[in-house]
Structures are given as C-alpha cells and as structure tokens.
C-alpha cells in the first residue's frame, strides 16, 4: 500500500469491536497492549500481561477478520530472542497474523528470531508506551539532531531484520516525514503529523469512550459516547 493508498489502522480488545471495524473495511486491527488502560483500568501499559494479551486476541480472532490481525507483545515479554519467540508463537497460536515490540536496534535480534519463525513483525518507533516510567511521561520524540539520528538508526535497524511496517508515535511531523520518504516499508502514525504512509487510532479514542483522558491528536466523535448514554438513560426512563 505504501506509494499507493493510505493505511488505516484501529485497535480491537474484543469480538464484537472487531466485527464492527472489519465490516467498515479497516484493513489493519492491532489488539493493542493501550487496553491495559482503556478496557483493565491499569495506570499505563507496563501492567499488561502476557495472559491479558492471548485472553484478547484469541477474542478478537474469533471473529475471523478480513482485515489483518497483529497483536501487542507485552512489557517484559521480549526481553531475549528465546521469549520472544516463544510469546510471539503463542499470539500466533489464538490467531494473530503479526506481532508488534516496542524499540529498534535494542530488540532487532529479537526481530529477526521472530520473523525467522515465520511470524510477521510491525515496529514501533519514537514515543514507547511501555517505557513510560522509565522516560516520566510522554514526550514527542525526534526534535532533536540526536533524537532523529537515534531514530533513522532504529529505523533501519528495523528494515534490515525484516519488518514490514512501522509504527512511529508522537515523533515530530518534519521527522516522520523524512523517515517516510526514506524507509522502503510504511509507517503508520499516531500523533505524528500527516505525512507518514498511513495513521493508527486507539478506536476508544475516536469514539470518545476512553475512560478518564482522550489524547490532543485524536478528533474524537464525542457523539457516540452521547448516544450510548442516551440509550442507557432511555432505557432507564422507560421502566420508571
């Protein structure tokens, strides 16, 4: 797709979300470790676990997507090339199709173990959630002359072990870009400004049903979450 049509990409916790998404054509579905915060009510994704991340998938697989189906390697879950491995076969297993991780140069041996077992592999590059303690927060990444050559090296790093696409989030537009132009495969932006090959929501985000906080790159269609309150509200009224 890349060169030739945008990429769409939202993220499925379940069967029925995923049904929804697939019938309005989304090519992409990732079971995101963000449920940990959007659907566990955890802090942040560190608390993710592995048996969280077979529990949802497996459910989002039961709806048999036409869309491609990746799932999230949890926090802790790829520390070796042998875990990583072995979880990446069991994401596989509940019906993932690829697998996502968090980093560039640091996992590339984990990378290509993974792809040398025949699983596909989505990277993901600049702001990464799972080192969110670590780094105090969020932040745009790439402003920076370090930053960008740490993430043009991660980039490469990346293509070079055989992924197929990567996810760049919170990275500054004017470096998005420029790494777009350069990398030979897409990358999908979440608050990374339009120039990257496609875009990735958190879906509870765009419906505006995240609990508690809806982040500043997301348009969010706060009629839908008005809708669901209503039904609720006119159930209610209509047995008093």
Known sequence: MKGHEKIVALTAYDYGMAQLLDRCDVPLLLVGDSLGMVVLGLPDTTGVTMEDMVHHTRA???????????????????????????????????????VKAEGGVAISKQVRSIIQEGIPF??????????????????????????????FE????????????????????????????????????????NECDGQILVTTDLWSTSPNYIP?????????RVEMENSVKGWMDSLK
């Open 60 to 98: 989002v697989s039961r709806a048999k997507t036409n869309a491609l189906r990746v799932a999230d390697l949890p926090y802790g879950s790829y520390e070796s090339s042998a875990d990583a491995v072995q979880n990446a076969k069991r994401l596989a297993a509940t019906g993932a199709e690829a």
């Open 154 to 193: 991660d980039a490469e790093a990346l293509v070079d072990a055989g992924a197929f696409a990567i996810v760049l989030e919170l990275v500054e537009a004017e470096t998005a870009g420029e790494l777009t132009k350069k990398l030979p495969i897409p990358t999908i932006g979440i608050g990374s400004g």
């Open 216 to 224: 500043k790159h997301v348009q969010s269609n706060l009629q839908v």
């Open 122 to 151: 989505l990277g993901h590059l600049g702001m990464l959630p799972q080192k969110v303690k670590e780094e105090g927060g969020y932040r745009l990444k790439g402003k920076n002359a370090n930053e960008k050559k740490a993430l």
